[in-house]
């Protein structure tokens, strides 16, 4: 039968528990787990059947941030096993057309869980993905229309007053849509379910900030000053305890988005990234014109220096929150679908358990996004949307990358097949 899939004798990393489920078969009808039972050799299965002896199956993984650029790589996303994507900003009204395509199956594509526009305050932060928010009422407008487009939460970003922030959230929580954003204690008190990358829990747009920077001038002219290069970070280490317990007591989401800084740090060596491999996979105009600096490697310097600071903090934020794995794609040389694996693997050296990373890149996702009861575990009804690994990824979360085949919503795609879907660009 065409509707039906037989996993035979595969080692499940169900992940609403941290074991291993040895020798079971798994019966996908409908694009849903039917059952899971142990291993039977006299089964008869009319369907197709995938043998899994010493494989593992585990939920498909999510990017939990990622800015989708037209979704020319999406098959890049499904070829490294994420089967999800959480975007939190998109510049295109676009975005919403290619979500549903994807959901009623016209395109091959990881899910789309998306916020449309960013909601940020006047002067706007960053052209195109921004809409720009001058009233309460502007605020609450903007959340309804959103709510009407069907998106799965809200983003506001820095800007914002606070009686705007406020309207927002009220507006929001009407609609009963999470908001994420950028963070300050003030944010969360007020009800912002989610942080978004590290940097912002450290940057000073409050008067609860977490960090200062010391800062030494240097001979580099810059207009009719000088640069000056990062030195030392000095934390409000009692700031930073009230964030932690705040986090903890609203259940908070967090996605530290490490990669994204690990590379941008790195912007200042541009000439060498460009000998990375991995290009290939990527248009020459998205990283030759974009993303080339100007004479700043100084700038990129201090990024770096300030982010391998705040590395030490990751682990207590992570302890303290529902940790979010997300790559911030398509920022300089965060290249779609490879980076959420760098992402595992910095969390990893951050000291987080492998169990607790498979964690952050399946089920809290589809927490975050109340899809939890129907996809992110590997349980009896739920969506079979999974990826099959040659080696154990609770041994060693690299292994997230030996990928056998995935299963898109009970239909199973081999590696080969993934890969023959990517193009080479170069």
């Known amino acids: 039968?065409?509707?039906?899939?037989?996993?035979?004798?595969?080692?499940?990393?169900?992940?609403?528990?941290?074991?291993?489920?040895?020798?079971?078969?798994?019966?996908?009808?409908?694009?849903?787990?039917?059952?899971?039972?142990?291993?039977?050799?006299?089964?008869?299965?009319?369907?197709?059947?995938?043998?899994?002896?010493?494989?593992?199956?585990?939920?498909?993984?999510?990017?939990?941030?990622?800015?989708?650029?037209?979704?020319?790589?999406?098959?890049?996303?499904?070829?490294?096993?994420?089967?999800?994507?959480?975007?939190?900003?998109?510049?295109?009204?676009?975005?919403?057309?290619?979500?549903?395509?994807?959901?009623?199956?016209?395109?091959?594509?990881?899910?789309?869980?998306?916020?449309?526009?960013?909601?940020?305050?006047?002067?706007?932060y960053w052209r195109g993905s921004f809409w720009t928010i001058k009233t309460e009422e502007e605020g609450r407008k903007a959340v309804k229309t959103l709510n009407n487009k069907k998106v799965d939460f809200i983003k506001a970003y820095v800007g914002l007053p606070n009686n705007i922030f406020r309207a927002i959230l009220e507006q929001s929580t009407k609609d009963n849509l999470k908001v994420t954003g950028l963070t300050s204690i003030e944010a969360i008190e007020a009800g912002q379910i989610g942080i978004e990358h590290l940097d912002s829990i450290f940057n000073t747009w409050s008067d609860s900030a977490l960090a200062e920077v010391k800062w030494e001038k240097t001979d580099i002219k810059s207009g009719s000053g000088y640069w000056h290069k990062a030195t030392d970070i000095k934390y409000n280490e009692a700031n930073f305890k009230t964030l932690l317990e705040l986090m903890k007591n609203k259940s908070i989401y967090f996605t530290p988005t490490l990669i994204q800084q690990e590379k941008t740090g790195k912007l200042g060596e541009y000439k060498e990234s460009l000998k990375d491999d991995q290009l290939k996979y990527l248009e020459k105009s998205d990283y030759e014109n974009e993303w080339k600096p100007e004479n700043m490697s100084l700038w990129y310097e201090n990024i770096y220096f300030i982010y391998k600071k705040e590395t030490s903090k990751v682990k207590d934020l992570a302890d303290n929150s529902i940790l979010l794995a997300g790559s911030d794609t398509p920022n300089p040389f965060v290249i779609p679908g490879i980076s959420l694996h760098e992402e595992l693997e910095l969390l990893s050296k951050a000291g987080i358990s492998n169990y607790e990373i498979l964690k952050a890149a399946t089920i809290n996702g589809a927490k975050f996004v109340d899809k939890e009861k129907s996809i992110g575990t590997v349980e009896e009804g739920k969506v079979a949307s999974l990826l099959i690994l040659d080696s154990n990824p609770l041994d060693d979360i690299n292994n997230s990358k030996d990928i056998s085949g995935v299963i898109l919503h009970g239909n199973y795609i081999s590696k080969k097949e993934l890969d023959d879907k990517v193009k080479i660009y170069s």
């Open 1 to 124: 039968m065409k509707n039906q899939l037989l996993i035979k004798n595969i080692n499940i990393i169900p992940i609403s528990e941290n074991t291993i489920i040895k020798n079971m078969d798994v019966l996908v009808k409908d694009g849903h787990i039917l059952k899971i039972t142990k291993t039977d050799k006299n089964t008869n299965h009319e369907g197709q059947v995938i043998h899994g002896k010493d494989k593992f199956l585990m939920p498909g993984l999510w990017d939990n941030l990622a800015h989708i650029d037209g979704g020319k790589y999406l098959p890049l996303f499904l070829a490294n096993g994420i089967t999800s994507i959480r975007d939190p900003g998109n510049s295109s009204d676009k975005i919403f057309e290619l979500r549903d395509k994807i959901k009623n199956r016209e395109i091959v594509a990881p899910d789309l869980y998306i916020c449309g526009p960013i909601l940020g305050g006047h002067p706007y």
